[in-house]
């Protein structure tokens, strides 16, 4: 069984959604796109709520979202209980997105960030497995 994904971004994301839909279906994974499909003018928040809510029914295993400096979709995700959204920039802090705070969602700054470094992050991100431990303690004291 392949892993779920919800997959979604802004305009300033939308080429390199493409180019990850394509690297994770070659690797044998799941992918549900819900926008922006082109490069019109779209609402970040528009996508990273229609992504939160796919992880938060279980329709997905993870999302991942861009925009630009990856920040508003970020917030806009993170507005949804349940969701840990992580803005990452390269494979150790998406590692310890996972590792330290069972992030659900990976957000990446497509402005900001390569294409193979894009890579890098799913790559570490979805093999990464949270720690549990010492970390429970502080992921229960989010949501609030």
């Given at each position: ?63 991942i979202l861009m925009c630009g400096s990856g920040n508003g979709i970020n917030m806009s995700a993170n ?66």
């Amino acid at each position: 069984m392949s892993i779920k994904i919800a997959i979604g971004s802004d305009h300033a994301g939308f080429e390199l959604k493409e180019q990850l839909i394509t690297y994770l279906k070659e690797h044998n994974t799941n992918v549900i796109d819900k926008g922006c499909f082109s490069l019109d003018r779209a609402d970040y928040p528009d996508y990273g709520h229609a992504v939160a809510n796919a992880v938060i029914t279980n329709e997905v295993d993870f999302g991942i979202l861009m925009c630009g400096s990856g920040n508003g979709i970020n917030m806009s995700a993170n507005k949804h209980k349940g969701i840990r959204a992580a803005l990452c920039w390269n494979a150790e802090i998406a590692s310890l997105a996972r590792q330290h705070n069972d992030a659900n969602i990976l957000v990446l700054p497509a402005r900001y960030i390569s294409v193979e470094e894009a890579y890098k992050c799913i790559d570490a991100f979805l093999t990464s497995k949270f720690e549990g431990g010492r970390h429970q303690a502080r992921l229960e004291k989010i949501d609030i």
